[in-house]
């Protein structure tokens, strides 16, 4: 049996957690997963998969089996990649996730172009507000916005974000302008209602320490798109990311206020499993974003 197409399946079964997850992706049936397993094992004289009724787990030797078999593979795929026609030559199945509002706006709308540039690559997007495991949903890179928890996941920052308080000029010509973070409690602010989000307040820079403040309206919502639409409508002050508001403060369309106490900026951020064994198709679509994102240009007419 063809030794890489061992270590290849072995791979799967080890990243997804089981033969038949393995099987459905191959589109086999999970006893040649298994034979191919148990002809592995006899080759190499070692026990690589402990296997129960519930789930597979890795022994000593076949974590450290894992992490070679992924290397190898990973330059197998270069090395082809690298002598095809055409030269360098992505291929395959990308898998991305990324949050909700910003998938939609800053990642959906570049997979059109990414794609025209590789055109043997094939793409799936998750867009979701959760935070996708991508290690156990087996997804090649995710895109998140704001600080990242510690954690093994590698990430790569690609822009800069800052969140600032925004309006319509039409609110603030009735409401007036707030001169201190402690005036929004007089305003009427817009804030996102889910759980998950903003638990902390609003950020500001006050006397030299960043504070939280959680000001209060007559709206909330879970969804901050629709927070996007009411401050527009001139319904309130909001607590956007410029990601989302830079083109409408740009057209004049919204204002910022409290400018002087804004926090410090987070960041736009790729995240993926591992550098070292970084598919070429990962490493292309990463190397894409970072060129959209740094240019300024890009910000302001989105």
């Known amino acids: 049996m063809d030794r890489l197409k061992q270590m290849e399946t072995f791979v799967a079964v080890a990243t997804r957690g089981s033969l038949s997850a393995a099987a459905q992706a191959e589109g086999v049936a999970p006893a040649i997963i298994g034979r191919r397993m148990d002809a592995l094992e006899a080759r190499l004289g070692v026990k690589l998969l402990t296997r129960t009724t519930r789930r597979i787990t890795l022994t000593h030797e076949g974590s450290a089996f894992l992490e070679d078999c992924q290397r190898l593979i990973t330059d197998f795929n270069n090395a082809e990649a690298s002598?095809?026609?055409?030269?360098?030559?992505?291929?395959?199945?990308?898998?991305?996730?990324a949050p909700a509002g910003f998938g939609r706006r800053h990642v959906a709308p570049l997979v059109p172009a990414f794609l025209a540039e590789h055109p043997d690559v094939t793409l799936s997007l998750n867009l979701s507000d959760r935070v996708v495991d991508i290690v156990n949903e087996a997804v090649d890179c995710a895109v998140r916005v704001g600080d990242l928890p510690d954690s093994r996941l590698v990430s790569v920052r690609l822009a800069d974000n800052r969140r600032l308080c925004v309006a319509a000029p039409a609110y603030l010509a009735r409401a007036g302008q707030p001169q201190h973070p402690s005036e929004l409690l007089r305003h009427e602010c817009l804030t996102l209602s889910s759980d998950a989000s903003q638990t902390r307040g609003?950020?500001?820079?006050?006397?030299?320490?960043?504070?939280?403040?959680?000001?209060?309206?007559?709206?909330?919502?879970?969804?901050?798109?629709?927070?996007?639409?009411?401050?527009?409508?001139?319904?309130?002050?909001?607590?956007?990311?410029?990601?989302?508001?830079?083109?409408?403060?740009?057209?004049?369309?919204?204002?910022?206020?409290?400018?002087?106490?804004?926090?410090?900026?987070?960041?736009?951020?790729?995240?993926?499993?591992?550098?070292?064994?970084?598919?070429?198709?990962?490493?292309?679509?990463?190397?894409?974003?970072?060129?959209?994102?740094?240019?300024?240009?890009?910000?302001?007419?989105?």
């Open 83 to 97: 002598v095809s026609e055409g030269g360098v030559k992505a291929s395959g199945h990308l898998r991305l996730t």
């Open 202 to 302: 609003w950020a500001f820079r006050i006397d030299g320490e960043v504070q939280y403040l959680r000001p209060r309206g007559r709206l909330d919502c879970s969804d901050g798109q629709v927070l996007h639409e009411w401050c527009l409508q001139g319904l309130g002050i909001a607590w956007r990311s410029t990601w989302e508001v830079q083109a409408d403060l740009a057209a004049g369309r919204l204002v910022s206020v409290l400018d002087d106490f804004a926090a410090p900026p987070n960041g736009i951020y790729a995240v993926f499993p591992s550098a070292r064994h970084l598919a070429l198709r990962v490493r292309l679509w990463i190397d894409f974003l970072k060129h959209n994102y740094g240019d300024a240009a890009y910000w302001g007419g989105r």
